[in-house]
């Protein structure tokens, strides 16, 4: 078969200009049509155009299945090396990865070859290479099974929390159990901000291998006294650990809004009285002994021991107007105004929560 072979200028020439010229074409009867009728079409220029047309629609579905599948700038797991202290921060790095990249790796086989793909170093590359063939094996016997099988006799493929739990039993230390249970007994809020002990919480939490009421009965074992009476008033008792992360963060917020309101006055002490005595030289503290006067009161017939009478300042204090509860209503209502509607909700929630 003979290729003929056209020079770039040709190429670039317009269709119409490749065509045979009229001495060239061999001779065709002259074909008589009306005015209105239109030309015969060529089939070679219909057939190009819509392959052209489908060449064109499948780059189109190409490019758009490319961007949806685009991947998150999220940065990769580092590879595993088998060592237990860092099987922890692999899978946090594995999981952080695939919730960044759900559309990538939507389903359990996609997520436990991705996985399996950043274990190539050390002790974790032998565990990688019989699981990769223990996998392959199940997907070849699942594909082979036929349609009709019964659901008790189907191949079980390895899900991915099963991945994950072999994972943990491979390569995480025996004890961390015992010893992430023994931290998290210890764990208190006392003065932290309740999202910094629900951080510690949750990391504990992870390790532990505690049931959801285990995990609650721990988390609110920690809470600070005041904290947790303001989430236990409430009716409605939360079902799970992360719906008690939610009241909790709602009331310490109330809290801390009700000590803003209300803290300042009460906190504020009264200045320790100090009872100052007459300072005398020597010479007055002889005539005082000669006449029987007080060094407290210079008054005669007792001595500074058994003085009844008061200091200045605690006379003052008694004085003093105290306020009456409607003075106490408008001050806390004209602070209340000052918060949002959001926060005076909270505010009345922890009032009626807390008794107050």
């Given at each position: ?274 009872t100052k005595v007459n300072r005398i030289s020597d010479e007055e503290a002889q005539e005082y002994r000669r006449k029987g006067l007080c060094y407290k009161c210079s008054k005669p017939g007792h001595i500074a021991k058994n003085c009844q009478e008061k200091p200045r300042n605690e006379q003052k204090k008694e004085n003093l107007k105290k306020s009456t509860p409607e003075d106490v209503y408008h001050k806390i209502r004209a602070i209340y105004r000052d918060f949002s509607e959001e926060e005076q909700t909270q505010i009345l929630d922890l009032m009626e929560g807390g008794g107050f």
């Amino acid at each position: 078969m003979e290729i003929q072979t056209c020079s770039s200028e040709t190429l670039n020439q317009p269709s119409f200009m490749n065509r045979p010229s009229e001495t060239d074409r061999p001779e065709t009867p002259i074909i008589t049509t009306s005015p209105s009728s239109s030309p015969p079409s060529d089939p070679m220029t219909t057939q190009q155009t819509s392959a052209s047309l489908q060449d064109l629609i499948s780059a189109l579905r190409t490019l758009t299945n490319g961007e949806k599948k685009k991947e998150n700038k999220v940065a990769v797991p580092n590879h595993y090396d088998g060592s237990p202290a860092k099987a922890s921060t692999f899978l946090t790095e594995v999981d952080l990865y695939l919730m960044a990249n759900e559309t990538l790796y939507p389903n359990d086989k996609d997520k436990i070859l991705f996985t399996l793909s950043y274990m190539k170093e050390g002790q974790a590359a032998n565990w990688m290479k019989a699981k990769t063939d223990e996998y392959k094996k199940e997907l070849r016997e699942k594909e082979a099974e036929p349609s009709d099988t019964k659901p008790e006799d189907q191949t079980h493929v390895t899900t991915w929390e099963e991945f994950l739990t072999d994972f943990k039993k491979a390569f995480r230390p025996l004890d961390i159990g015992t010893d992430t249970r023994l931290k998290m007994k210890l764990l208190k809020q006392n003065k932290k901000h309740v999202d910094e002990y629900i951080t510690e919480f949750r990391l504990l939490a992870a390790d532990t291998e505690y049931e959801n009421r285990a995990l609650i009965d721990h988390f609110l074992a920690g809470l600070h006294p005041a904290l947790l009476k303001s989430c236990l008033m409430q009716p409605d008792q939360p079902d799970t650990i992360d719906k008690w992360y939610n009241r909790a963060r709602k009331y310490n917020n109330a809290w801390l809004t009700m000590i803003a309101i209300t803290g300042g006055e009460r906190s504020k002490k009264p200045p320790k009285t100090e009872t100052k005595v007459n300072r005398i030289s020597d010479e007055e503290a002889q005539e005082y002994r000669r006449k029987g006067l007080c060094y407290k009161c210079s008054k005669p017939g007792h001595i500074a021991k058994n003085c009844q009478e008061k200091p200045r300042n605690e006379q003052k204090k008694e004085n003093l107007k105290k306020s009456t509860p409607e003075d106490v209503y408008h001050k806390i209502r004209a602070i209340y105004r000052d918060f949002s509607e959001e926060e005076q909700t909270q505010i009345l929630d922890l009032m009626e929560g807390g008794g107050f």
